[in-house]
T-cell receptor
Framework: GDSVTQMEGPVTLSEEAFLTINCTYT??????LFWYVQYPGEGLQLLLK?????DKGSNKGFEATYRKETTSFHLEKGSVQVSDSAVYFC?????????????FGQGTRLTINP | NAGVTQTPKFRVLKTGQSMTLLCAQD?????MYWYRQDPGMGLRLIHY???????AKGEVPDGYNVSRLKKQNFLLGLESAAPSQTSVYFC??????????FGSGTRLTVV
């Protein structure tokens, strides 16, 4: 079945460091791919998405590129801030008409120190 | 504010007790979902609904029941709570155009 594997955390960085959180997936066909962010005590919020191969999603300085060849969707940010501390989830939505179920990775907790 | 509202936010149950979690959305979304979040396991789908009056099983449905009598509401029931159901529960809704919107979660502890 469809699955998402994320880089294990927790990840701790200093402010202004470069961030990469790895995400790879297994799916039939070409799913849509997403990154969600969860701040403490809150629900998940969509950070960015990509719906086809080679698409680049971007938001708030974060980027991720849909790589079909490597079945990956790694999250990157050039210079992180303390406010980026959160749990990040990679997810896929299978390309099945009428179905909108998301499959999530296990989440990666990110802590940014000043 | 528009969005997904979950009640209650916190609850402690004794083993064997029952309860219902309520999810309400005001965005006229067709699809609604219940997920549970456990450490190191991400979010796992419990049940979902593709429209009023319809429900379907997700990845981890055992021990839970759901109902969607009105389009805007999706109820999750635990008939006989077990410690293994201690978790954070998230409701979400979606449409073809606007993607997912999540509620803020319900933290349930079963002792």
């Amino acid at each position: 079945g469809d699955s998402v594997t994320q880089m294990e955390g927790p990840v701790t960085l200093s402010e202004e460091a470069f961030l990469t959180i790895n995400c790879t997936y297994t799916a039939t066909g070409y799913p849509s791919l997403f990154w969600y962010v969860q701040y403490p005590g809150e629900g998940l919020q969509l950070l960015l998405k990509a719906t086809k191969a080679d698409d680049k999603g971007s938001n708030k300085g974060f980027e991720a590129t849909y790589r079909k060849e490597t079945t990956s969707f790694h999250l990157e940010k050039g210079s992180v801030q303390v406010s980026d501390s959160a749990v990040y989830f990679c997810a896929l939505r299978p390309l099945i008409q009428g179905a909108q179920k998301l499959v999530f990775g296990q989440g990666t907790r990110l802590t940014i120190n000043p | 504010n528009a969005g997904v509202t979950q009640t209650p936010k916190f609850r402690v149950l004794k083993t064997g007790q029952s309860m219902t979690l309520l999810c309400a959305q005001d965005m006229n979304h067709e699809y609604m979902y219940w997920y549970r979040q456990d450490p190191g396991m991400g979010l796992r789908l419990i049940h979902y609904s593709v429209g009023e009056g319809t429900t379907a099983k997700g990845e981890v449905p055992d021990g839970y029941n759901v109902s969607r009598l009105k389009k805007q509401n999706f109820l999750l029931g635990l008939e006989s709570a077990a410690p293994s159901q201690t978790s954070v529960y998230f409701c979400a809704s979606s449409s073809s155009y606007y993607g997912y919107t999540f509620g803020s979660g319900t933290r349930l502890t079963v002792v």
